[in-house]
């Protein structure tokens, strides 16, 4: 496969279309140029392909894939298996990327050659009693997210997803 992009960012939505455009155009606002963005449509049933389409349209960079609601592991792992970027990285529908995160991801990845996989802090924005979730290891007790592995700042080597073949799905 041909790695035309530097970066594949994979962002996975679900009946968002009142939310992505934020995320989408915080993509297009990077101040590095060298990606291909990859949404991947897990059977949104709200009109959002009437906001992505013109975007698709405009960006040859973008690929869009839609299938049947599985769950957001399948969807990461349909971006993956499509993705021709060196490094791969992720995006939630209803985030968004500050102006210099890839190119201060891609730098630090040219800098560190041993590096495979990072993950980043989040600047979390909402009330504050919306930022605890269930802890992984005890589901009866809450954690706050500061203290939580984002899954959607993870950026590394596309080598350390195959090797893992992609996410766990979890029947």
């Not at 790695?3 to 994979?10: A, G, R, W, Y």
């Not at 909402?126 to 993870?154: Q, S, W």
Request: aromatic residues 10%.
């Amino acid at each position: 496969m041909r790695k035309e992009f530097e970066v594949s960012i994979i962002i996975p939505v679900y009946n968002r279309k009142n939310k992505i455009k934020r995320a989408i155009n915080s993509v297009l606002k990077q101040n590095y140029k060298n990606w291909e963005l990859i949404i991947i449509d897990d059977g949104s049933t709200d009109g959002i392909e009437n906001i992505l389409f013109p975007v698709l349209k405009k960006y040859p960079n973008s690929k869009y894939i839609r299938h049947s609601n599985r769950n957001t592991a399948l969807s990461l792992n349909s971006g993956i298996k499509i993705s021709e970027g060196k490094y791969i990285t992720f995006l939630d529908s209803d985030d968004e990327y500050k102006k210099e995160h890839l190119k201060l991801r891609v730098d630090f990845f040219k800098k560190n050659k041993d590096t495979d996989l990072i993950h980043s802090n989040c600047d979390f924005i909402g009330n504050e009693e919306d930022m605890y979730v269930p802890d992984a290891k005890n589901k009866k007790r809450l954690i706050h997210l500061t203290n939580c592995i984002i899954g959607a700042t993870f950026f590394g080597n596309r080598e350390v997803f195959e090797k893992l073949n992609g996410f766990k799905i979890k029947v």
